[in-house]
């Protein structure tokens, strides 16, 4: 927890600097608190406290809760680490919206409510016009198409309102239905199998009322009671102008995921099957989908190959033997869609006798996951490692010898290298005593692996380094401060002469340095992705 | 090896010994033909004997240690004379030296630990420890290494070569595991499964699924007995032994072809047609991870990450 709390000082820090990184601080060490104690730890004044929160309450990462307390109301803040690790996403999910072909101008409006954490239509408008100065003839177009686009990304899910209820903490607004639920039914002490009753009730209402939220039309409607003056909207024009919207990560998180499952694909059969996995995950997705679910639904053989283009030329990459004349472009798609099946990751799977086939989603990203962990454990303990972990996540069980037996490793090596693991955290200790009394000379000791916990092991390596990296990212910077002013300085003037020859070269190098910090750190946050949220 | 020829000792031994004409006779037929054995038929049908006397004489002396029985291939049962020149001299040799050599004698290729000779005869560990030294030095048993329990002290007979449980196969010299030798018939191997498993000329051409040509276990088997890559030989279930090991290494993948019309007709599920063949599984170590490419993944330890010398070093590190 602490590595984790430490990365979330350092990502607000690096993004809306010092003052708000004391605030979230002390949220983030002490956990939900009170203004008067937010106010009494940070020593900060009423009116910049005030703006921080604003702030952290603007972009989703703090939420409050009123409770009463002897009569009094208090409120609390409270910090989601989660949204506040998404941000390290966010390059990622900007990187995805210039994918979304079919929405026009998709990352701009992505990048405007990013930036403010949640923004209006009128918001992005006058944010673009600004922005652009467009002041001519095209502007109303404009406007249309960035209308256009903006009700898309909302009948595609990838904003979500947002309301005011929503800055309310999601345990709290639990628990105070909770409350009303037992008020109702006249409950003073209710017995576990009533309490369970509300609670799932309440859980399906929070599901459903999700759903509700998210449609547009839904949406609409609501507008045109509440407001008069939306009651003038065209039928094709739902969106209303003042509502805020968020992005909805989890969109951009499951066009991540399936980026990383084509990738994958890729890595292990070819450029051509990426591709080919890559339009029968863009088939698979759809507005609703979640990114827990552990199976796409049936997409038939001939969806997918109309899908697949004759330009893609997937045919150049696969050799048929015995076979003299061309082989037609839907064959060659039914070779890749048996190749995907046929892959011992299982990217694809045919519904018994029928042409149709599922993705499996949750056993992908497994298997995807278990790679990620052999070859972290190759770069760290040798390739004899992933060789046990091989052999114990396949047999079970094992004592030493007989995992030095199948490894075909001498015991003494064998011994060591599971020792290794075993402090590292990787491979698990099971002791079966032979008798009743556990003298050691008469105890079984077995090796085993928990897969999920070598993950989780993984993770908070992931969640350590990354922190490491913005620490060392501020020290570099901080060294080099005469260095960086100066080229602002240069940079203000227009005048690169102001810049000795030895100041470039050191620029040269510390650009280097950031450009390489950055790129470990975007491959952590894929990594850290895959690991903590795919599931 | 000694046992292969005749044996005038043992020869003597029988004739001294009381057993009748007919069983001698049957004896020294045996042991003229120390090449090949002899079948209880053969000893039938040259000695004139009925099968139900050859059958008991037979019983008698290999009960008495002077012939053996040995399946041979095609599954006959022949009968060798047994090599008793290391009992030549039995007279030489004190009742407990006796008694130690007979338990050796029966543990035959397995060896027999010292602690086991003891409880077995019932003698004092020194009288064991100066009979078994007496015995070395004339060269009748010599000590060996087992690879289960590598500090036990195991006797048997000198002209013995002892079994795979206790040498480990063709794994081990010197009871020890030699690992230069496992990895370089496994690299072979893997070369071999990678020449055939992808197309020639593209990196990144696949073959289509009914590819016919992906090794099986019997024929890389064949490939590396004829190659001569090694003059040790090695059967099937040690090939076996390696391509388990190739697959644990995420280096290899296990496949069952299934003809191109089976697929296709899923209705008719013909088990018999799938053949286990090999594939390598495409190289792309190079991309490495994530988290062991920054210092702190692959060193771990404590330190500051602004003082971190690994840091340094990576950063600098063009």
Redesign the interface.
Known sequence: MGDIARLCRFIIRDDFGDIVAKVAKVLLEKGRLSFLSIRRFTKLDVKSIKENLVILMQHNMVYYAEITENNRTIVYYHLDMREVLARQRIGLYLWHSKNLHNVELAPAIIYYILLNGKGTLKGVLSHYFYEKDAEGPDSTKNKTIIKRSFEKLIREHYLLPVFREDTISALDKRNEQEQKALIERQLILPTKKEMSDIRSKIDSDIRNADKAAQSLKRKADDNLESSDSNKMLKTDETVDENTYYRVNYERFNIRSRNAQIAAFAG???????KCVMRRILEIADDPNSKIEAAESGQLSKTTITKKIPQSARIG??????GISRNPSHEYIVD?YL??LT?D?AKFIRRK??TASYSVRYKELCQKMKQR?L???L???YG?ES??IL??LT?KGKLDEKNIAS?????QP?TRKLVDQLFVGGFVELQEVPKVAERTPSRTFYLWYVDLNKCYQR?IS??Y??L???H??RL??TAVRNGLIEKKERAEEMRNPDLLSDADKDALY?FN??LN??DL?EL??V??EMLMSDFV | MSSQRPNKTSQKLVEKSNFTPMELKVYQFINNNQISGESAETVVGSLNIKMKDAVEIINKLSRSGLIEMRVQPDNTITYYATNVRDIQDETDFDNDEKLVLYHIKTAGNEGIWTKHIKTNTGLHQSVITRSLKNLESKGIIKAIKSIKHPTRKIYMLSHLTPSEDISGGPWFSDQKLDVDFVESLTEAVYRFILSRSFPKGNPDAVYCTFHPSYPTATQIHRFITESKISDVELELANINSLLDLLIFDGKVERKITVSDAALYDLMEEDESSGEIVYKAIRDHKSRGNALTDVPCGKYGGVVSPSSCVYFRKWLLDY
Do not use: C, H, P, W
């Open positions: 890595e292990r059969i070819n450029e051509s099957a150049d990459y696969i050799v048929f033997d070779q048996q190749l046929e011992e018994d006798s990620k052999e070859t972290f190759q770069e760290k390739s992933v060789r091989r052999i396949t199948f490894a075909l490793m001498g090596e993984m390596d992931v350590r380094t922190g490491n990296i620490e060392r020290y570099e190098v280097g340095l390489k910090l470990a491959r952590l894929e990594l």
